[in-house]
Structure formats: structure tokens, C-alpha cells
């Protein structure tokens, strides 16, 4: 079982940056793939990035590559989204979640964080 809280959302301007955190609990937590994903209003929730559990491996979606990076700090059961040149359509809820398949689907995470807001004005 992981427990997953996500913080570090707010309100931005257009260019600016955030550093979301999701702290996991549970002692397995190491040994999970590790995702973020998003979900603006009134549409379906997309994949953002993913890290595995050694954080040898990082994906970004094309709509981040170059402005958002994804890392882990498994000393502090952290996964870490660094969101930089953010534009008006990166405003949505954020999500971390967590899965045991090493390189996964979105439908194959099994934990869920709630979610923190980001709103990103022009």
C-alpha cells in the first residue's frame, strides 16, 4: 500500500515556474514506478511523466518535454514535478500516482493522490 499527497500548486504567471511534491507512504514505495498526470476542466486526464523506481528512466509527454522534469528522492519517498515556462493550457489539477509495473499504462497506476491545483494566467 502507498499513500500519496501531492503540494507546491498555486497560481503563476505565463513564463514562471512551480515544483510540485508527492510524498509517498509505505515502506514498498521504492519499488514503484512513480507518474504524474493532469486533468483540466472538462477533459479527460492525460499522462504528464513517469520515473522508475531507480529513476534511471524518465518520460515526459510532448506537450511538457523541455519545460517540465520529473525526478525522485527515494531518502524522502518523494517524486518531484519541476514545471518551468509554464503556459495558459498547463492549468489543471495535478496528480501523482503510483504503480508496480515498471513501465506502464495510465490505467495499469493503482494509487491516486487528490490532487493540487495549478493556474497558469497569460
Known amino acids: 500500500q502507498v499513500q500519496l499527497v501531492e503540494s507546491g500548486g498555486g497560481l503563476v504567471q505565463a513564463g514562471g515556474s512551480l515544483r510540485l511534491s508527492c510524498a509517498a507512504s509505505?515502506?514498498?514505495?521504492?519499488?514503484?514506478?512513480m507518474g504524474w498526470f493532469r486533468q483540466a476542466p472538462g477533459k479527460e486526464r492525460e499522462f504528464v511523466a513517469s520515473i522508475t523506481r531507480g529513476g534511471i528512466n524518465t518520460y515526459h509527454a510532448d506537450s511538457v518535454k523541455g519545460r517540465f522534469t520529473i525526478s525522485r528522492d527515494n531518502a524522502k519517498n518523494t517524486v518531484y514535478l519541476q514545471m518551468n515556462n509554464l503556459k495558459p493550457e498547463d492549468t489543471a489539477v495535478y496528480f501523482c500516482?503510483?504503480?508496480?509495473?515498471?513501465?506502464?499504462?495510465?490505467?495499469?497506476?493503482?494509487?491516486w493522490g487528490q490532487g493540487t491545483q495549478v493556474t497558469v494566467s497569460s
Open positions: 500516482a503510483a504503480t508496480t509495473v515498471v513501465h506502464p499504462t495510465t490505467s495499469e497506476y493503482n494509487y
Open positions: 509505505g515502506r514498498t514505495y521504492i519499488t514503484y514506478t
